[in-house]
Antibody, heavy 119, light 108 residues
């Protein structure tokens, strides 16, 4: 069974750094693109970027380029999303999402990680 | 960037009735269009891809149609578990995917 299991909720202060994770299981982690989606409170879904764990090829949405870093450690089948300096506006739910093998839709989603940034 | 526009923002429907949701792309996305369902407190779930192919386990009361810039998701007879927010997503413009803003289907 394919599963994407994300790390737990985080509460941080503005200016702090953060790295959240998404562990894939039940499939070959290195051959599926895995991406991140932001959902701000009460709002819709926003595509942030995506990474191919096999060679770490990473693509970012222009809206998120330079704001976050997407990475992966294929030895532990885990993808990461990190911030070097959080802002209050980063408060949101973050989902990891696996791109289907054949085309570009998302076939599996993580359960989400809630990030709260508040002073 | 391809902009996806969904309408209406909210759809009030009685159980057992038909619901029709629309999604329009600012330029052609061919049939590279997916629909997702999201219930409160849950992650989105894939409903439809290729504009009209149901994902595994999705009931036949869900159907999708369209190509190019105009797409429709139809729920033929709404069940209680179908009240949720529905998002369309284009994946034609790899890797710059975009979602619509969502349509909330609520109980009338």
């Amino acid at each position: 069974e394919v599963q994407l299991v994300q790390s737990g909720a985080e509460v941080k202060k503005p200016g702090e750094s953060l790295k959240i994770s998404c562990k894939g299981s039940g499939y070959i982690f290195t051959i599926y693109w895995i991406g991140w989606v932001r959902q701000m409170p009460g709002k819709g879904l926003e595509w942030m970027g995506i990474l191919y764990p096999g060679d770490s090829d990473t693509r970012y949405s222009p809206s998120f380029q330079g704001q976050v870093t997407i990475s992966a450690d294929k030895s532990i089948s885990t993808a990461f999303l990190q911030w070097s300096s959080l802002k209050a506006s980063d408060t949101a739910m973050y989902y990891c999402a696996r791109r289907s093998a054949t085309t570009g839709f998302v076939d599996y989603w993580g359960q989400g990680t809630l990030v709260t940034v508040s002073s | 960037e391809i902009v996806m526009t969904q309408s209406p923002a909210t759809l009030s429907v009685s159980p057992g009735e038909r619901a029709t949701l629309s999604c329009r792309a600012s330029q052609s996305v061919s049939s590279n269009l997916a629909w997702y369902q999201q219930k409160p407190g849950q992650a989105p779930r894939l409903l439809m891809y290729g504009a009209s192919t149901r994902a595994t386990g999705i009931p036949a009361r869900f159907s999708g149609s369209g190509s190019g810039t105009e797409f429709t998701l139809t729920i033929s007879s709404l069940q209680s578990e179908d009240f949720a927010v529905y998002y369309c997503q284009q994946y034609n413009n790899w890797p710059q995917w975009t979602f619509g803003q969502g349509t909330k289907v609520e109980i009338k």
